[in-house]
């Protein structure tokens, strides 16, 4: 199972490293054929690289966070235990939001602090994915056993960094369409299960 789950977080790095032509030295002429005899299927080379990578690193960071937040309930309803595979889905979802984070960052911020800082109070979606992302991290840190065991409290904050990052997914939008509605759906729902059943 943890195969499989590493196979997975690694798609969409594959993904990216396909659509821009990075990776192995043969890329371009194994991209060619593939956009040739495949590319209805894989796509064309986006039309803005920055934004296509900005905006897989944090729609994966969200499936993730889903996948986290599944689990318990799974086991509750569904009697099917995946508990010890809860750390390793949770640190993915906190390396795509690091990914995410540290692209917007570089990017839209130059790697400037004071640019981010004054970034967080010119637009509020920054300000919840710049909260999210600290809670998540103070999570990934704390997620050893040693660790959790003492810090196991605050992982409960989980839940307020999951309101965070729905907000700062629906504000990041400029159209609220099904794709948006449906995630923040999920996100609420399963925050719902989670809350109840405490």
């Known amino acids: 199972m943890k195969n499989i789950i590493w196979v997975i977080a690694l798609l969409p790095l594959l993904y990216i490293g396909y659509k821009l032509g990075w990776g192995f030295k043969y890329s371009r002429y194994i991209s060619s054929f593939i956009y040739e005899h495949g590319g209805s299927f894989l796509g064309r080379f986006p039309h803005d690289p920055l934004k296509f990578m900005a905006d897989l690193l944090g729609i994966t960071a969200i499936h993730f966070l889903i996948a986290t937040l599944s689990i318990t309930p799974i086991r509750t309803y569904l009697k099917i235990n995946l508990v010890k595979y809860r750390r390793l889905v949770g640190l993915w979802a906190f390396a795509y939001a690091f990914m995410h984070s540290l692209f917007f960052f570089i990017a839209d ?7 981010m800082y004054a970034d967080m109070i010119k637009r509020p979606f920054v300000f919840f994915g710049v909260g999210a992302f600290v809670i998540l991290a103070m999570m990934a840190i704390t997620s050893p056993n040693k660790l959790y065991a003492k810090f196991v409290t605050w992982h409960k904050l989980v839940y307020l960094a999951t ?3 729905a907000l700062h997914y ?7 369409g099904l794709d948006v509605a449906v995630y923040v759906g999920i996100l609420a729902g399963l925050l719902a299960l989670r809350l109840l059943k405490r």
């Open 170 to 176: 629906m504000m990041s939008q400029k159209v609220i």
């Open 109 to 115: 911020n130059e790697g400037s602090i004071s640019l």
């Open 163 to 165: 309101v965070f990052i």
